[in-house]
């Protein structure tokens, strides 16, 4: 099995935006100013403000790349960053499953959990069995964590261990 990081997802995204998303927009600038008069030009302002922020994206992506830590889950049954951890709501009995994921890697509407997060915190160290009460903005939630699942590391990253 081969899953796809938070690390290899925003270097892709970086690589898409310096190549294809600057080479578009170089492109929509360059029809954009052979529309006439530069100074009353409001769709060239537009694409400016959009090239800003295409560079904005650039530089967050480089320096998360750059500040970013590569963690090996532990394969020990204990959930930690990378793992998939199934749980039961205690009062109400749904079922879910979060992923584990660093802070800038969360994206909660997707499973993936940040482990700074109440629920992340609250989940981290524990196994299979454990019952844990998270106190969240909309009031307290108890937990039962079904199971922890460590995906199978890449090649790469197992000769990296």
């Known amino acids: 099995m081969s899953v796809e990081r938070g690390g290899d997802q925003a270097a ?12 578009e927009m170089s492109e929509r600038l360059r029809e954009a100013r052979e529309d006439g008069d530069l100074a009353n030009n409001p769709a060239l302002y537009e694409l400016l403000e959009e090239q800003v922020q295409l560079e904005r994206r650039i530089a967050i992506l480089e320096g998360q790349l750059a500040a970013a830590e590569i963690v090996i889950p532990i394969p020990e049954g204990a959930a930690s960053i990378g793992s998939f951890v199934r749980v039961r709501d205690g009062q109400a009995g749904d079922l879910a499953e979060y992923e584990l994921v660093g802070p800038i890697e969360a994206d909660i509407a997707n499973g993936r959990v940040s ?4 629920v992340g915190r609250a989940l981290v160290g524990q196994g299979a069995g454990a019952v844990v009460d998270v106190e969240t903005p909309s009031g307290k939630l108890g937990l039962k964590i079904l199971s922890v699942r460590t995906p199978e590391l890449r090649p790469q990253a197992r000769e990296a261990a």
């Open 12 to 23: 892709a995204e970086l690589e898409r935006l310096r190549t294809n998303g600057r080479v």
């Open 115 to 118: 482990v700074d997060a109440p």
